[in-house]
């Protein structure tokens, strides 16, 4: 210990020497009989988690034709899950206990980084190999949020009012910058389609099936208004524009509906008229309002751009797609502006290893996948105040709440904001505690 303890020091890494029970584990001294503890919840919750998950996807992949679904597929998959996710919470708990023993102190790192890094990158083996790029990706996401907070709660940079504009801007640049040179996956140029309206060349709105007053209107919008000799709409700029934001509100006021109803229907079967005014409500429009302006900024941009001599589509499609990003003012989401960041950054990547620009990493999921996800679950145990709250919930489920439970008074001395949010103090049995047995004594038996 001595050794380990003066390289620490010599590291700037402070050291704690108390044992992993009074530190991690205080719901019981055996570090075993704590993971066996947490086991149990941990393996209903994975369950639960991924039931309901593939459940969802195979509906939405089979339309709804739940006939389809191979329900022995089903179960496999689900097992399989929820089995990587259990092996991640196992070796995240063995393995902080496994380095105290082996060091006889924790510092920071060892007290969640290293650990988290290597049970993240054992679990990930376990799940199947065509999930794992979309966690590492989700992972990627949830770790730069991670890292700004942590910044952030520490002085270092500021949280902005609407930030999620400028990933989000970033990312619809990205992808519009690929889609204009035309190096664009098929699935992209759909999506790109559908938010930003970006290569329409037919209608967007078709006035068969739409009411006659409004048919009337849409016409007016057509024929009295121009449009420039680059645009591709085959109506005037006024219309497309209009167009485009009519049909994405639309979308967007039934989804936001249609999940309103999900998350309120005891109160609706409770009293049917509350699901009047909850649709109608200011908080079910704001996701139809990001939908609807997103393209209509886009357009409005780009067909005033055309009209400006000298500047080139690529410019104007990209300025356009950044200016677009404003549109998220009415519906700030952190985890859409990261995803969609992230998700750009890794096509141009791929983008760049088709043309031979850059190498194909083996196993980079595996490796992102391990870091990413080390460095938030280090979070979680140092400064949880740093973590998407909605994930932190995630966690707290997974471990039936015992996160909660970690001693975060002795981290004080480390640096980082870890009372914030878990204040309670645990209770302990005085005979398993070391350091000073007299803490955790009662005053008077």
Not at 130 to 146: F, K
Not at 221 to 237: G, I, M, N, V
Not at 369 to 382: D, E, K, Q
Not at 422 to 437: C, L, V
Request: aromatic residues 14%; charged residues 15%.
């Amino acid at each position: 210990m001595g050794a380990f303890s003066k390289l620490a020091y010599a590291l700037g890494q402070p050291i704690s020497t108390a044992t992993c029970y009074e530190t991690i584990h205080t719901w019981n001294p055996d570090c075993y009989g704590a993971l066996w503890d947490a086991l149990g919840v941990g393996l209903y919750f994975s369950v639960k988690t991924y039931a309901s998950f593939y459940l969802i996807t195979n509906i939405v992949g089979k339309r709804g034709r739940i006939d389809k679904i191979s329900w022995k597929k089903f179960g496999i998959d689900v097992f399989q899950s929820a089995l990587f996710l259990v092996t991640n919470m196992c070796f995240f708990l063995i393995l902080l206990c496994k380095f105290r023993q082996a060091l006889g102190f924790f510092t920071p790192v060892t007290m969640g980084l290293i650990t988290s890094i290597l049970a993240s990158g054992i679990a990930i083996m376990v799940e199947k190999k065509t999930r794992r790029p979309a966690l590492a990706l989700y992972l990627t996401n949830l770790a730069s949020e991670t890292y700004y907070r942590h910044l952030a709660n520490h002085g270092y940079v500021k949280m902005y009012t609407y930030g999620e504009c400028v990933p989000f801007g970033i990312g619809l640049m990205l992808f519009t910058y690929l889609q204009t040179k035309g190096r664009l996956p098929k699935s992209f140029n759909g999506f790109m389609n559908a938010a930003l309206k970006t290569n329409v060349t037919d209608n967007v709105i078709n006035e068969k099936k739409i009411p006659k007053t409004f048919k009337t209107f849409l016409e007016k919008l057509r024929k009295d208004y121009e449009k420039t000799e680059l645009c591709q709409h085959p109506h005037s700029c006024v219309s497309h524009s209009v167009e485009s934001f009519a049909k994405n509100f639309s979308f967007g006021l039934f989804a936001s509906s249609a999940l309103t109803v999900v998350r309120n229907y005891r109160s609706i079967l409770k009293n049917p008229f509350n699901l009047i005014t909850l649709i109608i409500s200011k908080q079910n429009v704001k996701l139809p309002l990001f939908a609807g302006f997103l393209p209509f900024i886009f357009n409005v941009s780009r067909c005033l751009l055309n009209r400006v001599k000298g500047v080139p589509p690529i410019v104007n499609n990209m300025f356009s797609a950044g200016l677009s990003s404003i549109a998220m003012a009415f519906y700030p989401t952190v985890s859409i502006a990261m995803y969609c960041l992230w998700k750009a950054i890794e096509t141009v990547y791929f983008d760049l290893v088709d043309r031979g620009y850059l190498p194909k990493i083996k196993n980079a999921e595996v490796i992102l996948y391990s870091i990413t996800t080390g460095y938030v679950l280090w979070n979680a145990v140092i400064e949880p105040r740093a973590i998407r709250r909605g994930y932190l919930n995630f966690l707290a489920g997974l471990v039936g709440g015992k996160i909660g439970l970690f001693n975060r008074r002795l981290y004080d001395h480390f640096g980082y904001i870890s009372r914030d949010i878990y204040t309670k103090i645990p209770e302990f049995d005085h005979k398993h505690a070391m350091i000073n047995p007299l803490l955790y004594m009662p005053l008077v038996e």
